[in-house]
């Protein structure tokens, strides 16, 4: 079998609470291969931010490992966790995050400028894909909020990640825009052969996944 591209085992994470330790994650474990697509599911509050902030090294975990492309995720210090997010992993947001001051063009650009790949062939192709060609001098508060997250996604694969976080990507959106966009994502990701990790409420999404996963109490149900 192949070396997967993620391997996740036995991670634990708690917050601080009132009367202690809260415990968020609980022995969590599974892996997940390059080009292929995984569903995370499960109530608000089981764990499932937590989870894709420690993958994405913007958390670090109490026990157990993440084993992404080979480096120990948590044996990196803050400068390489910043570099693992800049070259190897990259995270759409609900909130779409993108960079007011900036214009459709640089937005898209910007990651993969960080990354010091950008390929401007590659990031017009984007823009034509994704429908953002006509938009490429607007900034962020000109845009409708599905034009928005098309501009997020655009900017997370210019990098080229090996890996894509999703957290709940059309969350903030209506459910026809929400479909479109899904629809370009999943496109997009395969094209370029990154493995994508998507936290998601919606049954719909979930079911366009290769696998799913169900996290119940801080543990895979």
């Given at each position: ?16 609470g009132?009367?202690?330790?809260v ?6 474990g ?38 992404l ?29 993108l ?20 390929d401007?062939?590659?990031a ?94 801080g543990?895979?149900?």
């Open positions: 079998m192949p070396t997967p591209l993620l391997s996740v085992s036995n991670l634990s994470k708690s917050f601080p009132a009367d202690g330790p415990p968020v994650l609980r022995g969590v599974f892996e997940l291969g390059a080009g292929h697509t995984l569903a995370l599911t499960g109530e608000s509050g089981s764990g499932k931010s937590t989870l894709l902030h420690v993958v994405g090294g913007l958390d670090t975990p109490d026990e157990g490992r993440v084993v492309d080979g480096t120990d995720v948590g044996a990196l210090d803050d400068a390489g966790r910043a570099r693992l997010r800049r070259e190897t992993v990259s995270v759409v947001f609900q909130q779409f995050n960079i007011p001051s900036l214009d459709v063009g640089r937005n898209i650009a910007f990651q993969a400028r960080l990354a010091g790949r950008h401007p062939d590659w017009a192709r984007l823009a034509e894909r994704l429908g953002l060609t006509a938009h490429l001098a607007k900034y962020p508060e000109q845009l409708s909020g599905g034009q928005q997250q098309r501009v997020a996604i655009g900017r997370t694969l210019a990098a080229r990640p090996r890996l894509v976080l999703a957290d709940e990507p059309t969350g903030n959106l209506d459910e026809t825009t929400g479909a479109q966009v899904l629809e370009l994502m999943l496109g997009l990701v395969a094209e370029t052969g990154a493995a994508l990790l998507c936290v998601t409420h919606s049954a719909d999404l979930a079911s366009r996944m290769e696998r799913r996963l169900h996290l119940a109490g543990r895979i149900a």
